[in-house]
């Protein structure tokens, strides 16, 4: 896959195939993933102490405190294990207990409002975040592999993936052109994450194939408990449980699991801009080149864009009314990328989905935008891909 040279069955589908295209590994310098006493110091340092972690009971305010004495004896020590374990490739037995809890996401305590994460150990944890949640994540990006589309990456904000979209429908209105934007929404998106994947998608980053495989261990290996306001649970699950049917996801709240969330969407993102219709945009001295966007989001919100100059630059049927080809290239366009986030675990959210179709129409004194009425096309509808093709077609908001 990394090569380039991975042919899939005979029956694989088109979508999938481009989606294996984009797997191809680009980056020749891979990260160097020694770790220092002061790095393990440094983190625990900024990390306040009252932070949940461990079911073995050594938390954070321990390291916190032993990272601030002047002898470094004993922090010293549990930083020689941390090292060993994972210059050995031997995950520590306690890393293998993980707790789960729920935590309201600011909408009320009612069950699909609660958020499920992970509670690691803390020294593990430190090693996740460190060499994936930090030092894989700027080497990515400094050797320019993230598409620049996804803006949670350092230095970017969750605000400029908004500001995109505000700028998009700006430029719309100006140029009074058609145009289309769907929000995806992703559902259990980290829970969803395909860890035997991220062996590859990782390594697109540069991170090397023993540490992914060093982390795709200790995720097999994990046993988890329930923790609840009543205690701990005393039965325990595993995610190779079932061999035949593992558990997936990079477990959420683990100082890893952005940066592995991240890579998997990588090539859902090149797919889509390789294969799929665009908003162009074209300076109107026509002195400078088009500029196209397809995509932009922060971790798992993704919005796709789509114009009328992107429509007519490709092909499609040039007799049907401007309003229906902008629609029906972007049902393909979102047909193409459900299937593309299928294809890496994840799926969409379609009650959460929203497309919105923007047209003009001059009234003989002003501009004003066009109704849905007066546009005269039908709702966007997309059928989710699932292994067995029991795919029921549903409508997008």
């Known amino acids: 896959m990394l090569e380039g040279a991975f042919e899939p069955w005979e029956g694989a589908s088109s979508n999938f195939r481009e989606f294996l295209q984009e797997l191809?590994?680009?980056?020749?310098d891979e990260l160097n993933t020694n770790v220092s006493l002061e790095d393990f110091k440094q983190l625990f340092k900024t990390i306040p102490e009252n932070t949940g972690s461990s079911v073995s009971g050594l938390h954070y305010g321990h390291y916190r405190v032993l990272s601030k004495m002047h002898d470094d004896t004993i922090i010293s020590v549990l930083f020689d294990l941390v090292d060993l374990a994972f210059q050995t490739h031997s995950p520590l037995p306690?890393?293998?207990h993980a707790t789960q809890l729920m935590?309201?996401?600011?909408k009320g305590p009612a069950v699909e409002h609660?958020?499920?994460?992970?509670?690691l150990e803390a020294d593990m944890n430190w090693l996740l975040r460190f060499l994936w949640g930090k030092k894989l994540d700027r080497h990515a990006l400094q050797a320019g592999i993230y598409n620049e589309a996804q803006f949670a990456s350092p230095g970017k904000l969750c605000q400029s993936a908004v500001v995109n979209k505000v700028l998009f429908f700006d430029l719309l209105r100006q140029t009074r052109q058609y145009g289309a934007l769907m929000d995806n929404d992703a559902t259990a998106a980290f829970d969803r994450v395909l860890p035997a994947l991220c062996v590859v998608t990782c390594r697109q980053l540069g991170m090397p194939k023993t540490a992914q495989r060093f982390f795709f261990k200790i995720l097999r290996q994990m046993l988890y408990t329930t923790t609840t306001a009543h205690g701990r649970s005393t039965a325990t699950y595993s995610a190779n449980a079932n061999p035949k049917v593992p558990g997936q996801g990079v477990m959420q709240g683990g100082g890893s699991s952005l940066v592995n969330y991240k890579s998997q969407q990588l090539p859902v993102v090149n797919a889509y801009e390789s294969n799929c219709t665009p908003a162009v945009f074209q300076h109107a001295s026509k002195l400078k080149s088009a500029f196209r966007r397809w995509v932009s989001g922060f971790s798992d919100d993704m919005g796709l864009f789509l114009n009328e100059l992107g429509v007519k630059l490709s092909e499609g049927d040039s007799t049907l009314p401007i309003a229906q080809r902008v629609k029906n290239a972007l049902q393909a366009n979102l047909a193409k990328y459900e299937e593309y986030f299928f294809t890496a675990g994840g799926a969409l959210n379609i009650k959460k989905c929203f497309y919105?179709?923007?047209g003009f129409i001059w009234t003989g004194t002003?501009?004003?935008?066009?109704?849905n009425k007066e546009m005269q096309v039908v709702q966007v509808h997309v059928t989710p891909t699932t292994l067995d093709n029991s795919g029921v077609e549903q409508a997008v908001q």
């Open 24 to 28: 191809k590994c680009g980056i020749t």
């Open 103 to 106: 935590l309201e996401k600011g």
């Open 114 to 119: 609660l958020r499920i994460i992970q509670i």
């Open 356 to 358: 919105y179709l923007v």
């Open 94 to 96: 306690r890393w293998q």
């Open 366 to 371: 002003e501009w004003r935008y066009r109704t």
